[in-house]
């Protein structure tokens, strides 16, 4: 079975991935040393297993074969972060979930009257990008924007200067550029909260 028929989509990649992190791992018990081909010619190693009453000789090995001597309980109770994980892979609220092209879907309409905006965003890592888009547009359509570059538009704010100002995503994303009284170039500062 190939990869693609396998796993059609991030989601169900995701869901098996965290199936595998539940599954335990082999014991020191059940790890044999076997030959091994190393540039051609086998190199023999030792085909030792390890006793529970054996005292091993190193004291990394006394810590694994201690764990291995408790019962099995750790492996059996789920990890507490894996109900984060089986939330992200069954809600999909990932990042990834976010279209690079997705915030052109919020670009408003060009109406009579409207206003072209430059908006130039200088990232944290101090990287620049350069839109345009008409002033009718939702703030909202920014905030995707960000989210697109893989930065949550939830921990960063909008700084604009020359009057200064800050926006977040929760508060008045659902107004345009024109009622925020956006100038016809704007140099937007993303910056962490």
């Not at 028929?5 to 965290?18: C, G, I, K, N, Q």
């Not at 130039?120 to 960000?146: C, S, Y």
Request: aromatic share 10%; proline share 5%; net charge negative.
């Amino acid at each position: 079975m190939e990869f693609l028929e396998r796993y059609p989509d991030f989601a169900a990649y995701d869901h098996s991935f965290s199936q595998n992190l539940t599954k335990p791992g082999p014991s020191i018990e059940d790890i044999v040393f076997e030959e091994a081909t190393v540039n051609g010619t086998k190199k023999h190693g030792s085909k030792r297993k390890f006793i529970d009453d054996e005292i091993p000789t190193s004291s990394k090995r006394s810590k694994i074969s201690q764990s291995n001597s408790q019962p099995n309980s750790q492996a059996s109770v789920p990890d507490v972060d894996m109900g984060e994980i089986e939330e992200l892979c069954n809600n999909g609220t990932t990042l990834t979930t976010v279209d690079r092209e997705e915030w052109k879907n919020y670009i408003g309409p060009q109406e009579a009257g409207y206003q072209k905006i430059q908006i130039v965003f200088r990232f944290p890592n101090n990287e620049r990008e350069k839109i345009e888009i008409p002033d009718t547009t939702q703030l909202r359509a920014l905030f995707v924007f960000l989210d697109g570059r893989g930065l949550n538009s939830r921990d960063h704010v909008f700084v604009l200067t020359y009057p200064q100002r800050k926006y977040f995503c929760d508060r008045l994303s659902s107004l345009n550029l024109r009622q925020l009284d956006f100038n016809r170039q704007e140099l937007i500062h993303v910056d962490r909260k």
